[in-house]
């Protein structure tokens, strides 16, 4: 599924590939389309959260500018790329200048895209104490290999994945980045545009057999780790599904999530309805649970605060919604400093 578009544009453009020791490589990271206004000089804008740092376009000179200064009405910025036609600035072929002040001018980095593939992915699924389980886990975005996005492993940075043009694969490959069909594991690209595209079928290599097998529990997504469920007070029904839900999986074509106190109640997706279920009893194929949501479009997983939770009261017999109960994605570290 990837990010989420709105009239083919993303929601959020990633900026990565530019070496840490370099000027300007604070410009790295998320940024997210502005909605008011809607469109600057007829392109879309983007605004890196927490700052005033903006890509817009520069229609006197054809470009997108990432300038820190925000949304004014100059050619003055930190880095840019010839526009070529390009709605949006998404687009991998785009080759970003970044200003550099030992050489007084914008200087062409190649490393440097910007990509609305998702940020961070995670793969699941190979089973603990199989050969190659320790391709499981959370991989970020790195920059370009071979054309199409890579991730490395956050664990393990030369854990990657990447993508091999010549058979049109996607690679998962422990030993790095590197130029060669050897991998762990391979999925057809068929045109995918990053790894976590869904219904890509993933070979894991087997010594067993001397090839890599198909193993279909294997999946690479794009849904956090660890989403939090919070503001279910007591004494009212249900305040156990309060909590930390680790990744479990995939469940109905969706990730799915196991509660981490081992009470095995779940969230999980149910398609029949276009739903996220908290269910006490587990990961079952059942629409019986102990409160929804409406996936609504919000359906990449189930960590968007904007869904509304209906919790079951059996003094009333149904579901209620209850406007203090938010799922959130739980960050895995807090920085404090000052």
Not at 60 to 86: K, P, V, Y
Not at 295 to 302: S, W
Not at 312 to 336: C, K, M, N, Y
Request: hydrophobic residues 40%; contains cysteine.
């Amino acid at each position: 599924r990837g990010v989420k578009v709105s009239d083919g544009v993303p929601a959020v453009v990633t900026l990565v590939g530019r070496l840490k020791d370099k000027e300007n490589q604070d410009l790295q990271g998320g940024y997210h389309r502005i909605s008011v206004p809607a469109l600057v000089h007829g392109r879309p804008a983007y605004r890196k959260p927490g700052a005033r740092t903006v890509i817009r376009y520069w229609p006197a000179a054809d470009r997108w500018l990432i300038d820190r200064a925000g949304l004014q009405d100059t050619d003055s910025c930190s880095a840019f790329a010839e526009q070529g036609g390009a709605w949006h600035p998404a687009q991998e072929d785009l080759v970003w200048h970044v200003w550099e002040t030992d050489r007084g001018q914008h200087v062409r980095d190649p490393q440097l895209v910007a990509t609305s593939a998702p940020a961070t992915i995670q793969i699941v699924g190979r089973a603990h104490g199989e050969e190659n389980s320790e391709i499981n886990g959370e991989y970020r975005l790195t920059g370009l290999s071979q054309g199409r996005v890579a991730y490395r492993k956050v664990s393990q940075p030369d854990h990657v994945i990447r993508y091999w043009p010549l058979g049109d694969r996607w690679l998962i490959d422990l030993s790095g980045l590197r130029h060669v069909n050897v991998c762990n594991a391979f999925a057809e690209a068929n045109g995918a545009a990053h790894p976590a595209v869904p219904g890509l079928e993933w070979h894991v290599w087997s010594s067993g057999v001397g090839r890599h097998a198909v193993d279909d529990r294997v999946a690479v997504i794009a849904a956090p780790a660890v989403i939090e469920v919070r503001g279910r007070d007591g004494p009212r029904e249900n305040v156990t599904m309060n909590g930390s839900y680790h990744l479990w999986g995939v469940s109905a074509g969706r990730p799915a999530y196991l509660k981490a106190d081992g009470s095995g109640h779940a969230i999980r997706y149910w398609a029949n309805e276009d739903r996220w279920l908290i269910d006490f009893e587990g990961l079952r194929d059942a629409d019986v649970c102990n409160a929804y949501a409406e996936a609504e479009g919000f359906g990449e997983h189930p960590g968007d605060p904007r869904l509304t939770w209906n919790v079951w009261e059996s003094a009333r017999g149904r579901h209620i919604a209850d406007p203090f109960v938010h799922t959130l994605v739980a960050p895995h570290w807090v920085r404090i400093s000052g």
